[in-house]
């Protein structure tokens, strides 16, 4: 079994939502690193960041990340920092990878205060700019096709998907 896409990208992507409408379209489970991770701690990511910091949080999330690539068989969304590890960029290749590429304006007006977010404490623009400066190249190099979504609807970015992959 194999997703039939996985979606990356930076918070504020848009990635659970579309992750959503694309399920529905497909008639296919959608499923979530993040959720799964916080299904197994029973608690946030937020959280598991708190309690028990990043390092731990990123261990969880190569594994739950490798559990969801040959368990899942629907749509897949990651966490945005995901892709960082290089065991996790490894198991990428060969499935269908859609990176949701997104601007500073639309991530920030996406992601509000940044409730939930652990990494975007303090500053949201600031750590937002700062992230996706770092991580675009990562987000680029392991997907198959990329996605425009500045200044779309879920449901847009959703069908130019249907229509590529
Ligand atoms: C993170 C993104 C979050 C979550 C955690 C760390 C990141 O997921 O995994 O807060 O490093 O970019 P979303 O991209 O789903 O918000």
Do not use: C
Not at 4 to 18: D, E, F, I
Not at 26 to 53: C, N, Y
Not at 123 to 131: E, F, G, S
């Amino acid at each position: 079994m194999a997703p039939r896409v996985v979606l990356v990208g930076p918070m504020g992507a848009g990635k659970s939502t579309v992750a959503r409408r694309l399920g529905e379209h497909w008639g296919l489970g959608v499923r979530d690193t993040d959720q799964d991770i916080e299904a197994a701690a029973g608690k946030p990511v937020s959280e598991i960041f708190v309690d028990e910091g990043e390092e731990h949080f990123r261990a969880l999330e190569v594994a739950a990340v490798a559990t969801a690539l040959v368990e899942h068989d629907g749509v897949l969304a990651l966490g945005g920092g995901a892709v960082l590890a290089p065991v996790t960029q490894e198991a990428l290749a060969g499935h269908t990878v859609v990176y949701l590429e997104v601007g500073v304006a639309d991530a920030v007006k996406r992601v509000g205060l940044g409730h939930g977010r652990p990494l975007l404490l303090g500053n949201v623009r600031a750590r937002v700019m700062k992230l996706l400066e770092e991580r675009a190249p990562i987000y680029a190099a392991v997907a198959t096709i990329t996605v425009d979504t500045n200044g779309r609807t879920p449901d847009d970015v959703a069908a130019e998907i249907i229509r590529r992959v």
